[in-house]
């Protein structure tokens, strides 16, 4: 079986400031992990995911994720979050062992909201 | 790039009213996912398909149908609408795991709908 968790559902951050967003997950196999981000009015958007190789996954506008299997985590990161980054944040995890035709379980969403 | 469209942004509905959502990928994608989403409960899978007429069944199938006569449509049915069907739904298209090592989700714009 495959779950996801985001422990919180509100994130506030100053502009400028490092932004994290938490995501843990449960699998019987291996993990693949996806973060995507919705903005208002706006449909899903594909941010970066993690299938295999390095811990360190860059995606895009400047959004990283680090795997770490022992604490079976993919936070999402950015070093210098931007008030254009306000935004509702999915986290999505598929097990390896899931061949159900790529269907993924998502998170609650995590709201983060940037301040000038 | 993908691009998954949806037949209305808005739809208001009376209960008992049969209601379709339609959705069309230009991608040539297998894969294509329904989901609601509600405030608080993220996204849930309504049904999928991974091939013209093939579908399954996801986590909140009841109350819905869905059918896939071409494999660039996919469309949602309530048969007979009730209030608490009132949501946003969201479709989606992704290739298989087996052609491209994960199976990242595109999503439509959304389709807000009110059940009166």
């Known amino acids: 079986a495959q779950s996801v968790a985001q422990p919180e559902d509100q994130v506030n951050v100053a502009e400028g400031n490092p932004l994290t967003v938490k995501c843990t997950y449960s699998?019987?196999?291996?993990?693949?992990l996806f973060w995507y981000v919705q903005y208002p009015n706006r449909g899903l958007q594909f941010l970066l995911k993690?299938?295999?190789?390095?811990?360190l996954v860059k995606g895009s506008y400047g959004f990283e994720a680090e795997f770490n299997k022992s604490q079976t985590s993919f936070h999402l990161k950015k070093p210098s979050a931007l008030v254009s980054d306000s935004a509702l944040y999915f986290c999505?995890?598929?097990?390896?062992?899931?061949?159900?035709?790529?269907?993924?379980?998502f998170g609650d969403g995590t709201t983060l909201t940037v301040k000038p | 790039d993908v691009k998954v469209t949806q037949s209305s942004r808005y739809l208001v509905k009376r209960t008992g009213e049969k209601v379709f959502l339609e959705c069309v990928q230009d991608?040539?994608?297998?894969?294509m996912f329904w989901y609601r989403q509600d405030p608080g409960l993220g996204l849930r899978l309504i049904y999928f398909?991974?091939?013209?007429?093939?579908?399954e069944k996801g986590d909140i199938p009841e109350g819905y149908s869905v059918s896939r006569e071409k494999k660039e449509r996919f469309s949602l049915i309530l048969e007979s609408a009730s209030t608490n069907q009132t949501s946003m739904y969201l479709c989606?298209?992704?290739?298989?795991?087996?052609?491209?090592?994960?199976?990242?989700?595109?999503f439509g714009p959304g389709t807000r709908l009110t059940v009166l």
């Open positions: 989606a298209s992704s290739l298989p795991y087996r052609t491209t090592g994960s199976d990242t989700q595109y």
């Open positions: 699998v019987s196999g291996n993990p693949y």
């Open positions: 993690y299938i295999t190789g390095d811990n």
């Open positions: 999505a995890v598929r097990d390896s062992y899931n061949t159900n035709a790529g269907k993924s379980t």
């Open positions: 991608m040539d994608h297998e894969n």
């Open positions: 398909s991974y091939d013209v007429k093939m579908k």
